[in-house]
């Protein structure tokens, strides 16, 4: 029954990722990652939210050229 459960265990990680311990722990322990990684998954969340930052300041910039600049020019 152990060799078996081995076994699932081994599979499940190879396949999906998992690395499941049976060992009981505290509520405020956690076990790890319940989904398993997917590295496209994460590169495409990361690259997604550098571009939004990228953005961000892309559209302050340009907005402080096309208002704030000309309007410093013209009162001082």
Do not use: C
């Not at 152990?2 to 505290?26: F, S, V």
């Not at 892309?58 to 208002?67: H, K, N, P």
């Amino acid at each position: 029954m152990q060799e078996r459960l081995r076994a699932l265990q081994r599979e499940a990680k190879r396949t999906h990722g998992y690395n499941w311990d049976p060992r009981p722990r505290r509520k405020d322990q956690t076990t790890g990652s319940e989904q398993p990684s997917n590295r496209l998954t994460e590169a495409v969340l990361v690259t997604a939210v550098i571009a939004g930052t990228v953005g961000v300041w892309v559209v302050g910039l340009t907005t402080i050229i096309r208002d704030i600049v000309p309007w410093l020019i013209n009162h001082f």
